[in-house]
């Protein structure tokens, strides 16, 4: 009665393939993906800051951040429509914070949230933009 063997190299080749195989999943699986959400937020604040700084005012002839930094009247004035300008610049599901020295429009930032942050530097002072994920 003769028996079928398998030869010798098969059964390595296979047991190596098994091994390779096993730790390439290992590394796939284990390794955590990095955070992109901190360089996506500040990539949203920044653009903001770019449009406000370019958006036209509402009332004398310079831009929008500028206008809301001339006094606390033109703040009070100026807030809500800073607030609805910057709502339709963002996606529905970030949140923002426009810090300036006489207020701040938006949403109070939560703690232990990631954000994007953009610092723009007007005449008149300096304007803070933060936002997060919802």
């Known amino acids: 009665m003769s028996r079928a063997q398998l030869p010798l190299s098969l059964v ?18 284990v ?20 449009i406000l700084q370019t958006d036209p005012a509402r009332h004398n002839g310079t831009t929008r951040l500028r206008e ?7 703040f009070d004035r100026e807030s809500d429509n800073l607030e609805r300008r910057v709502e339709r610049i963002l996606p529905a599901n970030v949140f923002f914070r426009v810090g300036t020295p006489y207020g701040s429009a938006g949403t109070a930032v939560p703690r232990r949230t990631t954000t994007g942050t953009a610092t723009v530097s007007t005449g008149a002072g300096t304007v803070r933009i933060e936002v997060w994920y919802a």
Do not use: K
């Open 68 to 74: 809301v930094m001339m006094s606390q009247r033109a």
């Open 31 to 50: 390794t955590p993906a990095p955070d992109t959400r901190g360089p996506q937020l500040t990539a949203y604040a920044e653009d903001t800051a770019t």
């Open 12 to 29: 390595e080749v296979a047991l190596g393939a098994t091994l390779i195989l096993g730790v390439a999943l290992g590394f796939a699986l």
